[in-house]
């Protein structure tokens, strides 16, 4: 039987261990035979975990649960191989297997949030949107990353499903905000493998109300890399309905310029390894620039990722981002907090704005630009703190 995306189960009535080693053995050894697709020599690879009952156990889960240990050592052990279950391994480290059950009885059992991080637009300091990231808390193991968890949903078949939710949470929370304000759901490459997509990201807009420009699609390369043309003509058609498309984490793969020719991308999101160092390091500020330039040039907004700190703002606004994000303004917070941060955000940036913006006017008048500049800057600071 066929459990997940790659994981099958065979359930055999055999004498004894013996019996069971062959078989598993002639599966590895068919199953490694290349073939050829399209005309070129694959290979493919499996891994195997038995269990035997009544030995290891006598129940059918407690028994599927043991020979997922046993696949878990078999990978371990440099894969394309089998093991049988035994004790000890119980102790060891345990199977993603297992983590990707918890998943699924997590996604059912509404363990699973979506926080919410401010993008600043660094023009008028003030927040355009939310980006919602989603954090899942074991009852046991505590908070999940979901460095961790999304890898896994995508092996098992589950970021269908998960990526579903996601945009139905995030669009509903979105459809409660002010109006001006955007929401940007990160989108796995798997998620364009089906066919509904862009059925799926109607249906969410219309079960919230949210209007379709207010629904920013976070994607990254591998979606341009993958199927290219089928997954352009998909993002065309969300598009069309008036979403925005962003390429997050650019510069941290190909970052081949191509992409950028291929699809009008309304944002590109460069990578947080280059914010990061955009104090010590000129390179990293010269690629910023460069990257900010060509995005200008392309009317596309540049949002520099993980900002940290004031000086690191400050850098990337002068180095032409026109939008941040990052640790300096706030970290995800759940939905609940969004309204008291606006509001405080407001208090700091928008009423300091106000109060200079008289005041700037009449240097600029008095052709004193650069002092306007400095004043802003001064005042920005002081308002952050
Ligand atoms: P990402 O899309 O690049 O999201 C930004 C990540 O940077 C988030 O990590 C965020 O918490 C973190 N971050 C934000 N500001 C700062 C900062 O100033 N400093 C540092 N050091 N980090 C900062 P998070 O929430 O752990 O998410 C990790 C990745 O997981 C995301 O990277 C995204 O690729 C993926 N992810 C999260 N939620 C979803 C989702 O709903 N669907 C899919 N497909 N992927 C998701
Ligand atoms: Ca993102
Ligand atoms: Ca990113």
Redesign the pocket.
Known sequence: SRFGGDEFAIVMDGKDAKEVAALAARLLEQINRPYKLDGRDVVVSASIGVAIAPNDASEGDVLLKYADIALYRAKADGRSNYRFFEAAMDAGPQPRGNLGTMLRSALAANQLELHYQPLVDLQTNEATGF?ALLRWTHPERGAILPSEFIPLAEDSGLIGALGEWVLHEACAEAATWPTDLTVAI?LSPLQFASSNLVAIVIHALAASGLAAKRLEL?ITEPVLLHDSERNLATLRQLHDLGVRISL?DFGAGYSSLRYLRSFPFDKI?IDRAFVNEICDNADCRIIVRAIAELASGLRMVTTAEGVESADQLEKVRAEGCTEAQGFVFSQPMQSSKIRDFLAQHQRLYGASLERWSSFRNLLIEAGLEKAARGFAEADRRRAAG
Do not use: L, P, V
Request: without cysteine.
């Open positions: 980006e990160n976070e997050d999101k």
